[in-house]
C-alpha cells in the first residue's frame, strides 16, 4: 500500500490539513485591515478611530476569556485527579 500523494496534495490545497483559526487570528487579520485603511474623509476617519477602539476591547476581552478558560481547564484537571483518587 503506498501513499496516495493525489489525496494529500488534494487535502492540502482545499486546505482541510489546517489547523482551525482561533480568536487571535482573526483580530490580527482585522487589525491589519484596518491599519491599512485610508480614510477619505472626516466621517470615515471617525469609524476608522471608533472600529480600531472598539477591535481593541475586543482584544481585551479575547484576553480576559482565554485566561478564563486556562484557570477553568486547571481547575478541571485538579477535579478530575481528585476524583480519580
Known sequence: ?????????RQFL?????EPDDVFTFIQ????????????TMA?????????N????????ARKMQNK???LEEKLTILEE???D
Open 1 to 9: 500500500m503506498g501513499v496516495d500523494y493525489d489525496r494529500m496534495t
Open 14 to 18: 482545499l486546505g482541510e490539513l489546517r
Open 29 to 40: 487579520g482585522l487589525s491589519e485591515a484596518l491599519a491599512n485603511f485610508t480614510p477619505r
Open 44 to 52: 470615515e476617519k471617525r469609524r476608522l478611530d471608533i472600529a480600531k
Open 54 to 61: 472598539q477591535l481593541r476591547e475586543i482584544k481585551r476581552s
Open 69 to 71: 478558560i486556562t484557570l
Open 82 to 84: 481528585s476524583r480519580e
